[in-house]
């Protein structure tokens, strides 16, 4: 679709924070108003669409689409995707690790222990970690609490969470993000342990190159969108 429109605001509709171009608010793809719950977020929307050139790329705007799944997806079926969300939990990607070399084992365990003690601490529960790739089951307990735990957020908190969670393979890198225990970049760091440690070993081509670069800019756009959910600033 190409640009149409000269001015883009936002105005607080009452029930939410609407981005208008010019006299027009903006609907998501199901023929929503996109409203906001916080000012903060919907002046960050609003940028996206004042950058756009002559044509839109959904694709550059990362947080117009955290909120349109929010209120298009989410918001009509909130269990059924935290239940995906949570499912995560049954094979984090912090509780299996190398068994060889030492400086990757010794790697993972000063990255990824920190974290687990984190979701210990914070939701009572324990974890089952193992060497190699082959599955093991977590304490029922555990995935209760998790799946709880993210049960209990709203649709604008599940969207970026789903990506995180999506990106890092561990439902526990999410949560310690969604909750401000970790900061972007020690939570990519922590997604990132295992290929870095490739990468090192053997190099990374262009594609690949790119292809991570994507992956980080959809990351740290959910962290943002978490943050702008906090009117505080």
Request: overall charge negative.
């Amino acid at each position: 679709m190409k640009r149409f429109w000269r001015s883009v605001t936002v105005a607080d509709a009452g029930a939410g924070w609407q981005v208008r171009l010019d006299d027009r608010t903006v609907n998501t793809p199901g023929r929503v108003p996109l409203a906001l719950p916080t000012e903060r977020l919907a002046d960050a929307v609003a940028r996206e669409w004042d950058a756009v050139g002559d044509r839109i790329d959904p694709a550059a705007m990362r947080l117009t689409g955290l909120a349109n799944a929010a209120i298009d997806r989410i918001a009509p079926y909130p269990d059924g995707f935290a239940a995906g969300i949570a499912a995560y939990a049954a094979s984090d990607l912090l509780c299996y690790r190398a068994d060889a070399p030492p400086p990757l084992v010794a790697r993972q365990q000063a990255v990824w222990d920190p974290l687990l003690d984190w979701a210990r601490r914070r939701y009572d529960v324990h974890f089952v970690v193992t060497t190699g790739v082959m599955h093991v089951d977590q304490p029922a307990a555990t995935l209760v609490r998790l799946s709880d735990a993210v049960a209990a957020r709203p649709a604008f908190v599940l969207a970026p969470l789903s990506s995180l969670v999506r990106l890092s393979g561990s439902l526990v890198i999410g949560l310690a993000l969604a909750e401000g225990a970790v900061e972007a970049a020690t939570g990519w760091a922590a997604a990132q342990v295992d290929e870095d440690w490739q990468t090192e070993q053997w190099g990374e081509d262009s594609l690949a190159a790119e292809a991570r670069a994507g992956r980080r800019m959809d990351f740290d756009a959910a962290v943002r969108f978490l943050a702008l959910l906090d009117d505080r600033g």
